[in-house]
Nanobody, 119 residues
Framework: QVQLVESGGGLVQPGGSLRLSCAAS????????MNWYRQAPGKERELVAR????????NYADSVKGRFTISRDNAKNTVYLQMNSLKPEDTAVYYC????????????WGQGTQVSVSS
C-alpha cells in the first residue's frame, strides 16, 4: 500500500521557520522524483520545489527561491522541505508528491499538511 505522510506543518510568525517531512512507503522511493506542492484557499495548486531521484538536481518556484530548501534521504524514504523567512503568502496546504518514470506513469500524493504564517 502506497503512503505519503506529511508532517511538520503548523502556525508560525512571519520570518519564522518550519521543516516539513514526507515519509514514503509502499514503493521504491529512490526511483521517484519528489515534489512539494502547495494550495492556498481559492488558488490553484502550485509546484514549490522538486528534487530528482538521487538529489542531484533541485528546482524551486521563484516565490520561494533562497528561502526554501528541498532535500531527501533515500535511506529513510523521506523528503524534506526546510522553509525559512516565512511570509503570510506562504500560507497554504502543502502536499508531497512522488512521480515515477514517464514509462510507468505512476504519481502519488500525500494528504497534505497545513502551514499558516500569521502574527
Amino acid at each position: 500500500q502506497v503512503q505519503l505522510v506529511e508532517s511538520g506543518g503548523g502556525l508560525v510568525q512571519p520570518g519564522g521557520s518550519l521543516r516539513l517531512s514526507c515519509a514514503a512507503s509502499g514503493f521504491t522511493f529512490s526511483m521517484y522524483t519528489m515534489n512539494w506542492y502547495r494550495q492556498a484557499p481559492g488558488k490553484e495548486r502550485e509546484l514549490v520545489a522538486r528534487i530528482t531521484r538521487f538529489g542531484g538536481s533541485t528546482n524551486y518556484a521563484d516565490s520561494v527561491k533562497g528561502r526554501f530548501t528541498i532535500s531527501r534521504d533515500n535511506a529513510k524514504n523521506t523528503v524534506y522541505l526546510q522553509m525559512n523567512s516565512l511570509k503570510p503568502e506562504d500560507t497554504a496546504v502543502y502536499y508531497c508528491n512522488a512521480v515515477g518514470s514517464m514509462a510507468s506513469g505512476l504519481n502519488y500524493w500525500g494528504q497534505g499538511t497545513q502551514v499558516s504564517v500569521s502574527s
